[in-house]
């Protein structure tokens, strides 16, 4: 684990990063939100980027982020599942994370919105779609999107909030910039089938190598998890 003065000091850098991007694309920083992705870092990484006034973490795998969630309690922090689900950890996912990022099913949905009416919880959804469809990706197809996206909106106890992709590995960060593009366009395209707006409002998009360009295309939350807590 780095150490806490790197901690901190990386999270200040991609905070400086994030707004002069945002300032490059004529938006407000504050409607950028950055998700610490701590999978693999230990619960004391976590602590440290807390203490440098980090909110908002992502998990990739449930129980990773169950003992992360149990062992923080104390700080109350908002965590983010990021990675694939399986049906049968919904009910761990909807009772432990506040946002839920990779839904890619309208039977994932209804698996989530029963677990999350026996919790007790109303977890935010983003709806992960796959616009690149490489063999070993997660995601629904575009033309899929929209039923799964209605399908969040009639669910008792789930809160649609937006998209999310996860695009090839870039060799550059140029090279993402028309996914993220395909991303903004298939939410304004959802809008106009007419989903609310604010129902899509968030495009969770950009990791550590691309998260500029995605806040350029109108990334409102950057999962960025090396350029913070190190290699993993
Ligand atoms: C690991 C992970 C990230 C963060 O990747 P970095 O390159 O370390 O910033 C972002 N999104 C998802 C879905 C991930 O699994």
């Known amino acids: 684990m780095p150490p806490e003065a790197d901690i901190a000091s990386n999270l200040n850098r991609v905070r400086d990063r994030i707004a002069e991007a945002a300032i490059r694309a004529g938006r407000d920083a504050a409607s950028v939100t950055l998700l610490a992705v701590s999978k693999t870092f ?3 990484a976590v602590r440290e980027a807390a203490h440098a006034g980090q909110r908002h973490f992502a998990e990739n795998r449930v129980q990773e982020g169950l003992d992360k969630t149990s062992t923080l309690a104390d700080l109350n922090l908002d965590w983010h599942l990021i990675g694939h689900l399986q049906s049968n950890k919904a009910r761990k996912a909807a009772s432990a994370f506040a946002w839920i990022h990779a839904v890619d099913s309208v039977e994932l949905v209804q698996k989530l919105d029963t677990a999350a009416q026996d919790a007790g919880t109303q977890p935010n959804i983003l709806v992960q779609v796959d616009l690149a469809h490489e063999a070993t990706k997660f995601g629904a197809d575009a033309a ?3 039923d799964i996206a209605r399908a969040v909106v009639s669910a ?5 909030r937006g998209l999310m992709i996860v695009p090839p ?10 996914w993220f593009r395909r991303l903004r366009e298939l939410r304004d395209d959802l809008v106009t089938s007419g ?38």
């Open 195 to 232: 989903i609310a707006r604010d129902a899509l409002a968030h495009l969770s998009m950009g990791m550590s190598q691309d998260f500029e360009v995605a806040i350029e295309e109108g990334a409102t939350m950057v999962r960025v998890g090396t350029a913070i807590f190190g290699h993993r």
């Open 144 to 146: 899929l999107a929209g």
């Open 42 to 44: 230990p619960a004391a």
């Open 156 to 160: 008792r106890s789930l809160r649609l």
């Open 169 to 178: 590995i870039p060799e550059d960060p140029e090279a993402s910039r028309t």
